[in-house]
């Protein structure tokens, strides 16, 4: 999940961490009362449901120092709008609302139950539930669950989005996407049929054994097209959740109004309980920060922690602090290195950056310790096949390897140095002050680093287009990734796997396209469990690590304050954020 993306999405943390699922729900508490003393530090991550309530009403106030990048769910890739879509997109399956390891569980949504498998796993079968509708009332069917999948496929009008689907199910078709579809009915893709209103059945070319994942990210959701209109859809998506979009302006607010053709016998995902909720975006993180601290906000939504200024009054404030958490993220938070953008076609050259870089200082940028551990490589602990202890180039000695960094620079042939330009989004703070570090360090070798701030709503057009990065010199791009769904596939693929490079809205930002990495992770794919899949992970991970093709600069935490007025407040694992399916508020 890139770009606080995700994501998807499924966070390392799941897998680190063995927690006893509890079940959400339950009868009111006594709200007032609990939240006025704060559940406690880090209470939301330890597996159980904060100020459990059935309790209907209110407004949620949700904020962010960044826009969504679509509310399009064919389009959608942040990892928190992900999260906000739980609250008016459905698909056939789902993340389970409940804390602790439960919450990473596969559920059915719009489908009866899980899949039926058949062809010897190459054939998935879903039966929809009777009596789920689309906001305006018409019932939801197997052909607009088939429609929004082909959505996927046409990049040329819908980019930014996954697009495992398409190298999923295209299987030689070259499937254009239902805009140019020649059927008369936009339903063309053949590998997926749809029997009649209630089956739809996807036909893989080989087994997968991830494609249960992909049933529960948005771009699987069904979209009607009598509504379909193109990239404007994104501007009011038909709801299928408890919420639909009453209103959106780009950069400034969106706000979410009660869906009443929303049947809550059909979910037992959502509970729908707030009114209405708001999404600001804000220019001022601070600003944004004073507001969660005061109760006007209820929660920060892009899920990536207070600022400086605030976690100091968190830390220090026993009242604060009783009501924040500090969990890992699932996220890294590192830089990418374009080969197509010199010198950085040489290997030597990128080397000389890792080892120029202070890893302490880029730590230090974050936000200290409890921005994460420091970084080693590119698969985060809890991820099947990660190794923390992996650290080829000594990042964690935690100081720059200055000597190291002027001998590969003799090697590229840039004794001296060279000149080129940082990539950095410029309404993330730790991001640019990162940026700013490894300016210094890069400095005092003989780099000179500009930084090229950009509004990053706008990634997938700037960093997330190849042409577009080669033409601006960004031969370093500062970023964070989450995984999509919990296995290196679902982390490591749409950043180093070839077939997934895009010309828009792109993640493989080295540009990597190497026939071993693309092989393993066929290989993987083939395997028969995540387990048996988790040592061809482990390679790809050494194998783009020893392109030194990445710096990473941290396994990510992120310390979070959650208004003491909030119910139903937990850690969904696959999220990796607090789980809004379920959350409500004290009026």
Not at 77 to 96: K, P
Not at 209 to 238: C, E, I, Q, R, W
Request: glycine fraction near 10%; aromatic fraction near 8%; hydrophobic fraction near 35%.
């Amino acid at each position: 999940m890139n770009r606080s993306r995700k994501a998807v999405a499924l966070t390392a943390l799941a897998a680190a961490v063995a927690l006893t699922a509890t079940a959400c729900g339950g009868g009111d508490s006594d709200n007032k009362s609990s939240s006025s003393q704060g559940a406690g530090y880090d209470a939301a991550t330890k597996g159980k449901v904060i100020n459990a309530s059935d309790k209907k009403g209110g407004t949620l106030k949700l904020m962010s120092p960044q826009d969504v990048d679509f509310l399009d769910p064919a389009r959608a890739y942040y990892g928190f709008v992900w999260n906000m879509q739980r609250l008016y997109i459905r698909q056939l399956l789902a993340y389970d609302s409940k804390p602790g390891e439960a919450g990473t569980k596969l559920v059915p949504d719009l489908a009866e139950s899980l899949p039926t498998l058949s062809n010897g796993g190459k054939t998935y079968t879903f039966k929809l539930k009777a009596g789920v509708k689309f906001e305006d009332g018409t019932p939801i069917t197997s052909k607009d669950i088939k429609y929004g999948v082909e959505r996927v496929f046409a990049q040329d009008v819908l980019s930014g989005g996954p697009t495992y689907l398409i190298d999923i199910l295209d299987q030689g078709q070259k499937y254009p996407g239902p805009y140019k579809d020649k059927d008369p009915n936009k339903l063309g893709l053949k590998s997926v049929q749809t029997p009649d209103d209630q089956t739809i059945v996807f036909n893989l070319a080989k087994p997968n054994s991830d494609f249960s994942y992909l049933m529960a990210m948005a771009d699987s959701s069904p979209v009607p097209a009598a509504k379909d209109d193109g990239a404007k859809y994104t501007n009011h998506p038909v709801a299928t959740g408890p919420y639909k979009v009453q209103s959106f302006k780009p950069g400034k607010e969106t706000i979410f109004v009660r869906n009443t053709n929303w049947d809550p016998k059909t979910d037992p995902i959502r509970k729908g309980l707030p009114d209405k909720v708001t999404f600001t975006v804000t220019s001022n993180p601070d600003d944004m920060d004073a507001r969660l601290l005061s109760g006007d906000v209820d929660y920060a939504v892009d899920g990536t922690g207070v600022q400086q200024a605030a976690k100091i009054k968190i830390l220090q404030n026993a009242k604060y602090k009783a009501n924040a958490d500090d969990p890992f993220s699932g996220y890294i938070r590192y830089f990418a290195f374009p080969q197509t953008v010199a010198p950085f076609d040489n290997i030597e050259c990128r080397k000389a950056v890792i080892y120029a870089a202070d890893p302490k200082s880029l730590q230090t940028a974050r936000g200290g310790p409890t921005s994460g551990d420091l970084g080693a490589n590119m698969l985060p602990p809890g991820i099947p096949g990660s190794d923390k202890s992996y650290d080829p180039f000594g990042l964690t000695q935690g100081k720059p390897q200055v000597d190291k960094a002027k001998e590969a620079l003799k090697a590229c042939g840039k004794p001296n140095g060279f000149k080129t330009t940082i990539a950095v989004r410029n309404n993330r703070k730790p991001e640019v002050a990162t940026a700013e570090s490894l300016q210094a360090s890069l400095k005092a070798v003989g780099i000179e680093a500009s930084i090229d701030q950009y509004d990053g709503k706008n990634s997938a057009s700037v960093i997330g287009a190849p042409d577009n990065v080669k033409k601006k010199g960004y031969g370093i791009i500062v970023m964070g990734w989450g995984a999509d769904y919990n296995s290196g596939a679902g982390f490591l693929q749409p950043l180093v796997d070839g077939s997934f490079i895009l010309k828009n809205g792109n993640n493989n930002y080295t540009m990597l396209n190497d026939k071993t990495v693309n092989g393993l992770f066929d290989q993987a794919a083939s395997a028969t469990s995540p387990e048996a899949a988790a040592p061809f992970y482990t390679q790809i991970n050494k194998a783009i690590m020893e392109k030194a093709l990445y710096l990473p600069i941290n396994f990510d935490k992120a310390l979070v304050y959650r208004n003491p007025r909030l119910t139903n407040v937990f850690y969904n694992e696959s999220m990796g954020r607090l789980d809004l399916a379920v959350m409500g508020v004290v009026k």
